[in-house]
């Protein structure tokens, strides 16, 4: 396959261009390409979307004094017997070219450049046995207004719906005066182009169009961003009095396009993208909404009336591609399409610096967990983000996220104490600090030495529960694992019964319970009901403790011990726990000389939870401390 770059002059010249120099008589779409299917409905669409790009390009061009080149991309062909270009792809630019110069001979007196005496350069294969061009019955239903809606076939309803488009807009430019009028024609004939892909005359045109739709890449806003960008940066050259060469601007797109590549794998990592953006989908997407763009609004005139008469049928049509079009607005020029590509790749290194800083990570991830936990939105996320990133430096960055963490964990001893179930969203954020900023991590270097596991914590829904059980709601509950302490508990209640015959019976039922118990039956929880008033209130702070939506499940009211080996079978199965859990399970949290916890690892006591609350105190403090200090 063959690359040649012709102007829209030469592309449809007979006489010294494309068309002389290959001996071909015009162009010729096959029966087995789809219709003619750009849109004309609202400022987004393609054909608006064409005129727009190309007298924006005539007017930077214009501005500068330079020639800015205008790229239309590619069309593939394939010459035949019959000295004919057939179009395997690129029907559409072609068949939207021949509409403008068409609109231009029928509306405002100017030479067609795709006829060649009296005759279209380009035919459809559907329309041969039509005695007048599909071009000719396009302009005819122009004349005789007619409505294109009114239209039941595709390929005429969307062709006068650009035409119509078409001629609106040099409507507009001629009443901006006949020199610019002039000026843009000669910019769109001369310094518009395309690449002309020329296929290999014993390649079948049916095998190539397939393969090119086959191999088509799915249509995303970061597919059309990253081809939009890398088209126009590619073309910046660093020297204005030089040109680059057709080659220089395909390597230059390839060093960029590496770039490009590595950023969206990264993006693209479920536990990146859930980290900056709370989902795990679309992270490439995700992060190029956060680019800034320039406010103001420097568009000509003929511009902005275009613009105005789409305006009420922008609501009317959804737009798939809103975000491309965003950036299309942009980006005009090769030095828009730099600087913005600029941003991005700044972005990328930037975020990708914060993520693999412990510190940054924890701090930032607290921040995502906490100032969505209601909404938990995908916008909150990248909300954030954008905040972080408006900050001038590293240092602005990390007092905005000490400062937060501060507002949630400042509370007075006072407060601490009055924390627990009820005020669950101020308990779940203090215990989700506390996980995030262990005690023994926050006297050593500014949290560096730990991360947390936010894409864990936030795939498996960890939320506040109980430590001691509530009353259960469910009619039977699984003792097995605390089954010895259960049956201290009834023996008790045995041995507190007066020795009478009235009692004998109440003595009876309580041991087939422990004989119940003993044999690892599910026991009826109205029968041992009695063993949750071993704390006289359950909801309280020093009870609390984070714990995953499964393992909640799992655990249901389940005592203690119960709770505690289903955690280790879970970390033995490599499972994510946060640490502050652990240690609450394991009684390993650090405490004050005189506070101490119960012996038992399988029964969790008033006692443990006075100290669990001291713990808790104590670790605040020390967080406290330690924030304010690097603040």
């Not at 049956?487 to 015959?501: A, F, G, H, R």
Request: proline share 1%; aromatic share 14%; charged share 25%.
């Amino acid at each position: 396959m063959k690359d040649f770059i012709y102007s829209i002059q030469d592309v449809f010249n007979t006489k010294s261009g494309c068309l002389f120099h290959y001996k071909v008589n015009g162009y010729y779409i096959a029966s087995y390409q789809r219709g003619y299917k750009w849109k004309s409905n609202s400022v987004y669409d393609q054909v608006p979307v064409l005129l727009l790009d190309v007298y924006e390009a005539f007017i930077k061009a214009q501005t500068t004094q330079s020639q800015q080149e205008y790229y239309l991309q590619y069309i593939t062909v394939k010459k035949t017997a019959q000295n004919q270009f057939e179009v395997i792809d690129g029907q559409q630019r072609l068949t939207t070219l021949t509409l403008i110069f068409s609109v231009l001979e029928q509306f405002f007196n100017q030479q067609n450049i795709t006829k060649y005496k009296k005759q279209y350069l380009v035919t459809y294969a559907r329309y041969d046995e039509e005695l007048v061009s599909i071009f000719d019955t396009i302009i005819d239903l122009m004349t005789n207004n007619q409505e294109a809606e009114s239209l039941k076939e595709q390929d005429k309803f969307y062709m006068l719906k650009a035409a119509l488009s078409i001629k609106h807009f040099f409507d507009l430019l001629k009443e901006d005066g006949e020199e610019n009028f002039n000026a843009f024609l000669n910019y769109i004939k001369n310094s518009v182009k395309l690449i002309l892909n020329i296929e290999d005359e014993h390649t079948t045109a049916e095998e190539v169009f397939a393969n090119l739709n086959d191999n088509k890449v799915p249509l995303t806003n970061a597919y059309l961003i990253k081809g939009l960008l890398l088209t126009k940066a590619s073309r910046l050259q660093s020297n204005q009095s030089s040109k680059k060469h057709f080659k220089e601007i395909i390597d230059q797109r390839a060093i960029m396009g590496r770039l490009w590549d590595e950023m969206n794998t990264w993006f693209s990592k479920p536990d990146v993208s859930l980290f900056f953006f709370g989902t795990t989908q679309e992270g490439m997407e995700k992060m190029l909404q956060l680019v800034s763009f320039d406010t103001e609004n420097h568009d000509a005139s003929v511009i902005q009336n275009y613009k105005a008469f789409f305006s009420d049928n922008t609501v009317q049509y959804k737009i798939p591609y809103i975000l491309f079009n965003t950036y299309h607005q942009h980006i005009i020029t090769t030095f828009d399409a730099a600087k913005y590509l600029n941003q991005i790749e700044h972005i990328y290194k930037r975020l990708k610096s914060w993520y693999y800083d412990n510190q940054f990570y924890n701090l930032i991830g607290y921040k995502q967990i906490v100032s969505n936990y209601k909404a938990k939105s995908s916008e909150g996320f990248s909300n954030n983000i954008k905040d972080l990133l408006s900050k001038s430096s590293n240092g602005k960055v990390l007092e905005n996220l000490q400062k937060f963490v501060l507002e949630k964990i400042n509370k007075s001893t006072d407060d601490i104490v009055k924390l627990g179930y009820k005020k669950y969203e101020e308990t779940f954020f203090l215990l989700l600090a506390i996980n995030v900023f262990p005690q023994n991590h926050t006297t050593k270097g500014n949290f560096r030495n730990y991360r947390f596991d936010f894409y864990s914590f936030i795939d498996e829904e960890w939320s506040l529960e109980h430590i001691f059980p509530q009353k259960p709601n469910a009619n039977n509950l699984d003792v097995k694992d605390d089954k010895d302490w259960v049956i201290q508990k009834i023996q008790e209640k045995i041995n507190d019964l007066p020795v009478s015959e009235d009692d004998q019976s109440s003595r009876d039922n309580y041991k087939a319970l422990i004989q119940e118990v003993q044999t690892n039956q599910e026991i009826d929880t109205s029968k041992i009901d009695f063993l949750f008033d071993e704390i006289e209130d359950a909801d309280v702070l020093g009870n609390m403790a984070l714990l995953s939506s499964g393992v909640n499940s799992a655990l249901s009211n389940g005592f203690f011990n119960t709770k505690r080996k289903i955690l280790l079978r879970k970390i033995n199965a490599g499972s994510f726990v946060p640490k502050h859990t652990i240690d609450v399970f394991s009684k390993m949290l650090e405490v004050k000389a005189n506070v101490t916890f119960d012996n038992s690892l399988t029964v969790w006591s008033s006692n443990d939870i006075n100290a669990h609350l001291e713990s808790i105190k104590e670790n605040i403090e020390l967080m406290i401390n330690k924030l304010e200090v690097v603040k």
